[in-house]
T-cell receptor, first 117, second 111 residues
Framework: DTEVTQTPKHLVMGMTNKKSLKCEQHMGHRAMYWYKQKAKKPPELMFV???????INESVPSRFSPECPNSSLLNLHLHALQPEDSALYLC????????????????FGPGTRLTVT | QKEVEQNSGPLSVPEGAIASLNCTYSDRGSQSFFWYRQYSGKSPELIMS????GDKEDGRFTAQLNKASQYVSLLIRDSQPSDSATYLCAVGDTGRRALTFGSGTRLQVQP
């Protein structure tokens, strides 16, 4: 089973709202990722969690706040977003092994289509 | 700046033909390479991974890796209209659990 689930599928929010995106995987993966993808562009890495600890923050604005409550769940809290933050937000997960320094396969969820008005 | 380059296309092939998608990368130390397929409005789907020089076959898909030339390719045999999608090449960032994506090649298979 290589399923990563994300909720909600679609989200419309105003610039003063606070909302959260949720991601869940039950593959036993210990690395989880948030990506942002704009139309006709590749996914752009935002955050990486390894063993529930934030290991990479790609200089993402503080209006995006990630959280990893346990090894299966990943949240992205949104506050005071701008219209240019409208995009497809993708969650992914992968396994980790101690001897491999390169990433293993990453499996993506279906994404949340976010529109900021 | 680690880079992954792909021709944006569109690459147009007739149904039943072989589609050849190419990717070059700048980090000579890269050790893991992936091909993702992304249909319009959907998320990327992993279709191939390759770690060693040479060819790796899975059904109609063959991934080829040449680390000396810093080149990875994807061949799709007997192309079908359902293969029409954007194909993203991704390279593992050595020492980080992160991928660097190319900009993608749009493939169109004409019936």
């Amino acid at each position: 089973d290589t399923e990563v689930t994300q909720t909600p599928k679609h989200l419309v929010m105003g610039m003063t709202n606070k909302k959260s995106l949720k991601c869940e995987q039950h593959m036993g993966h210990r690395a989880m990722y948030w990506y942002k993808q704009k139309a006709k562009k590749p996914p752009e890495l935002m955050f990486v969690y390894s063993y529930e600890k934030l290991s990479i923050n790609e200089s993402v604005p503080s209006r995006f706040s990630p959280e990893c409550p346990n090894s299966s769940l990943l949240n992205l809290h949104l506050h005071a977003l701008q219209p240019e933050d409208s995009a497809l937000y993708l969650c992914a997960s992968s396994q980790i092994t101690g001897t491999v320094i390169s990433p293993y396969e990453q499996y993506f969820g279906p994404g949340t289509r976010l529109t900021v008005t | 700046q680690k880079e992954v380059e792909q021709n944006s296309g569109p690459l147009s092939v007739p149904e039943g033909a072989i589609a050849s998608l190419n990717c070059t990368y700048s980090d000579r130390g890269s050790q893991s390479f992936f091909w993702y397929r992304q249909y319009s409005g959907k998320s990327p789907e992993l279709i191939m991974s390759i770690y060693s020089n040479g060819d790796k076959e899975d059904g109609r898909f063959t991934a080829q890796l040449n680390k000396a030339s810093q080149y990875v390719s994807l061949l799709i045999r007997d192309s079908q209209p359902s293969d029409s999608a954007t194909y993203l090449c991704a390279v593992g960032d050595t020492g980080r659990r992160a991928l660097t994506f190319g900009s993608g090649t749009r493939l169109q298979v004409q019936p």
